[in-house]
């Protein structure tokens, strides 16, 4: 269970910037970059549009939005996690174990385990054990997602081994301002080893809450004391240049693609202070959400209203704002704010009348504005509005099924763009989004949100492993059943 893999579509598929002989310090700077911009682009706009942060507002984007595009939509998405950013992890970790530096092996275990980690998420089972034998197995057979998680969380226990050890156990170099996450600070990647292992913990809530809570303060606490992500200023962010090429990739598809990807009317009704199902033209309410002039952009540009796009209806409004919308903005992979809300939804699943609950939902959603909010001049966001927002769309009443649709709807806001929305989504049922209009056809069968995403078309044409059958509905991944 220790090996570490992705996976190829065919012998001819080799990639040619995968060199074997580039130093360890390249292969870290150009992995980080190439899995933290497929997350964004690859995995981050397509499931927030699933899920209606975003909405597909013109060009192709629209077969996102009422979920009739084919499985040959996903084959970009399965080649660059696997072909751009997977393949150059595991020659990392291969060469840093052959030149004793366990802190690089330790970093590249954590980011192979997130990439796989976010495909399976995706697709259910995957190739794993077998991925990345290229020449040994251009059509590596499908491991089933149940062994897939045991495998990432015994990478991580390993990956807390070996950042954990002393600076002296590296026979060379250490990372640093190659490591362009966390500058090379084993500290800060443990505790977002903790932290993910907290996320993949929580998954399994279906499977059994009570295990699942458990795990998830295991992971995040060590006899009382906390040990995940600590403080926004720890956050594992990666931020993009300002140049064209190497800005961030909700920026780059907004300039190369201008009004292909609106927001959503779910997503934005809530940061206007409304219900998640109320129609997209009605009113703010009294109280908006302190982030909406940072996560959207105003509609009509320069009036003070902001508008979504009704999902399965073509049309931009607003738009992925100031926060992540620029060229330098991040792209998250993990956080405080998510670790936060992590343990709120653990100790209600344990026990509703857990007052620690409370205190770690209104940490995750502080977290998330002194994270967004960055105008101290804006009259929607003072502290004294933060507090009110808090205090009315944030306090807990000790009913479980109340409770969790209140943490689950506050952390769908605060992660904006990041795929974990849809998995909290599938978890739960929450929050409560409409079906999107025009979306039922013979890849979604029934018009219903997605489960799941089918098999690319690349795969099923050249991996005669790849199962049979996929579509948005069916099968079920396994944490899902």
């Known amino acids: 269970m220790l090996l570490i893999s992705g996976c190829r579509l065919a012998d001819t598929n080799i990639n040619p910037n995968a060199s074997s002989d580039a130093p360890v310090s ?52 399965w ?28 970093i590249s275990r954590i980011l192979l385990t997130y990439g796989f980690g976010t495909l399976t998420d995706l697709f259910g089972d995957i190739p794993y054990a077998q991925a990345l034998q290229l020449r040994a197995q251009t059509a590596p057979v499908y491991d089933p997602q149940e062994q897939i998680y045991q495998a990432l969380q015994l990478q991580l226990d390993t990956a ?20 362009l996450i966390f500058s090379g600070d084993p500290k800060k990647w443990v505790a977002a080893a903790w932290t993910l292992k907290a996320r993949y913990a929580i998954h399994l809530s279906k499977q059994d809450k009570i295990k699942a809570a458990g795990n998830v303060l295991a992971a995040l606490y060590n006899n009382g004391s906390w040990r995940g992500i600590a403080t926004t200023r720890q956050d594992a962010v990666l931020n993009f240049g300002s140049a064209a090429t190497n800005a961030n990739p909700f920026y780059q598809q907004n300039t190369t693609r201008p009004g292909w990807i609106g927001l959503g009317a779910a997503f934005v009704n809530l940061l206007n202070g409304n219900g998640v199902k109320d129609t997209a033209t009605q009113p703010a309410a009294a109280l908006p959400d302190p982030r909406r002039a940072y996560f959207a952009t105003p509609f009509p540009a320069g009036s003070p209203a902001y508008r979504g796009g009704i999902a399965g209806v073509p049309g931009a409004y607003s738009l992925i704002g100031s926060y992540f ?8 992979l993990l956080s405080f704010a998510e670790a936060k809300f992590l343990e709120a939804e653990a100790r209600l699943l344990i026990n509703p009348a857990d007052p620690l609950a409370q205190s770690a939902l209104k940490e995750a959603i502080r977290a998330s504005f002194e994270k967004v909010i960055t105008n101290a001049e804006d009259t929607f966001a003072t502290p004294a509005r933060q507090q009110a927002y808090i205090q009315a769309k944030a306090t ?5 099924a ?11 806001i605060a992660l904006f763009l990041q795929p974990e929305a849809w998995t909290d989504y599938r978890r739960t049922g929450y929050p409560d989004i409409p079906a999107a209009r025009n979306a039922t056809h013979g890849f979604n069968p029934n018009g219903a949100i997605p489960r799941r995403f089918p098999y690319p078309q ?9 199962p049979a059958g996929s579509n948005y509905q069916t099968p079920r991944l396994w944490w899902d059943q």
């Open 402 to 412: 109340t409770d969790l649709q209140t943490v689950i709807t506050q952390k769908y």
């Open 26 to 77: 390249s292969l870290l700077s150009g992995a980080e970059v190439a899995l933290s911009f497929s997350l964004g682009v690859d995995a981050g706009l397509i499931t927030s549009t699933v899920i209606q942060q975003a909405s597909g507002a013109n060009g192709d984007a629209t077969a996102n939005d009422n979920y009739t595009a084919g499985p040959g939509r996903f084959n970009a998405v």
């Open 325 to 332: 919308g620029t060229a330098t903005s991040p792209v998250i």
């Open 458 to 466: 690349s795969e099923q044409s050249l991996n005669n492993h790849t």
């Open 396 to 400: 807990l009443t000790g009913t479980l």
């Open 160 to 179: 807390i081994q070996e950042l954990s050890q002393p600076a002296a156990s590296n026979q060379g170099a250490l990372p640093a301002s190659d490591d």
């Open 79 to 106: 080649t660059n996690f696997y072909y751009n950013s997977l393949e150059n992890l595991y020659l990392l970790k291969q060469k840093a174990q052959q030149q004793n530096l366990p802190y690089y092996t330790g």
